[in-house]
């Protein structure tokens, strides 16, 4: 799923093209997901970071919404790419296909663990964990969307729950699974260290913290649902899973406790 990009083209869009992967692999539609999967799959590059780590990328390869320069490239979108790989699997899968996507989410998953300037998605989180860039920039070191990173998160914690369904039969599936709730972990870590600093405390959110402007409703509504999300994340500490719950009710969300 391309779109288009005033006076630049049609181009992929990795977030709408992994979530359109997404409504096809819910909808049951196990080919044309898998095909879909390969597509996308075919336009990303394998990489090695300074310490030796191979992880893989895609790129997008138009204006970023901050004038950054392509290409450039977005945790959220990585997220969501690593989220369509394990579906494709199914009970009759070969033993090379189930290999081939053990290798694809693993170095998609490395690239959470590389920092943006070495040409991955990670950032200090500067409360001891690990942020990940919506837009993997200066600017976007700068920016830190609230949106993207949450979602990233819970992409993460999706994989490893996938992960986890493979690991009986399969051992590296579940070191991969342990791999991805770490950085779960150490991301909702940063998560609740800053959260009320995206808190304009009249019951609405900060899109970013670059501007102190409210995020227009879409997003208000976004960041309600990724914090519901992160809430139900379990093996996380019951003292920031509140902390979550609390601050999206306090920006509109239903409460939910009862």
């Known amino acids: 799923l391309w779109r288009y990009y005033r ?20 909808a049951g539609e196990a080919s044309r997901g898998r095909a879909s999967v390969d597509e996308i799959v ?34 959220m979108g990585q997220g969501l790419i690593l989220t ?3 579906p494709t ?15 694809l989410a693993t170095e998609y ?26 837009y993997a920039t200066p600017r976007g070191d700068q920016s ?5 990173f949450a979602q990233s998160i ?10 986890d369904a493979l690991a009986a039969e399969d051992p ?14 150490q991301a909702a870590l940063e998560v609740d260290h800053h959260l009320d600093v995206y808190d304009l405390h009249n019951g609405l959110s900060r899109y970013s913290l670059r501007s102190m402007d409210p995020a227009p409703e879409t997003y208000q509504v976004y960041h309600r649902q990724l914090l519901q999300l992160l809430a139900n994340i379990d093996y996380l500490p019951q003292e920031w899973r509140d902390h979550f719950d609390r601050v999206r009710v306090s920006w509109g969300g239903k409460d939910l406790t009862s």
């Open 7 to 26: 006076n630049q083209g049609f181009f992929p869009n990795w977030v709408t093209a992994a979530r359109d992967v997404l409504r096809r692999q819910r």
């Open 42 to 75: 075919s336009y990303s590059a394998r990489r090695v970071a300074p310490d030796g780590m191979v992880f893989r990328m895609n790129d997008s390869v138009y204006l970023s919404t901050d004038s950054t320069a392509p290409p450039w490239r977005d945790a």
């Open 84 to 86: 369509t790989l394990i």
């Open 89 to 103: 699997l199914a009970e009759n899968s070969t033993e090379r296909e189930r290999g081939r996507i053990l290798t």
């Open 109 to 134: 998953l490395n690239s959470f663990a590389v920092d943006w300037r070495d040409g991955g998605v990670a950032t200090d989180g500067k409360a001891g964990g690990m942020w990940f860039l919506e």
């Open 144 to 148: 830190r969307i609230l949106n993207g």
């Open 154 to 163: 819970v992409s993460l914690d999706r994989c490893a729950t996938q992960a």
């Open 172 to 185: 590296r599936w579940g070191e991969l699974r342990d791999r991805a709730r770490e950085y779960v972990y």
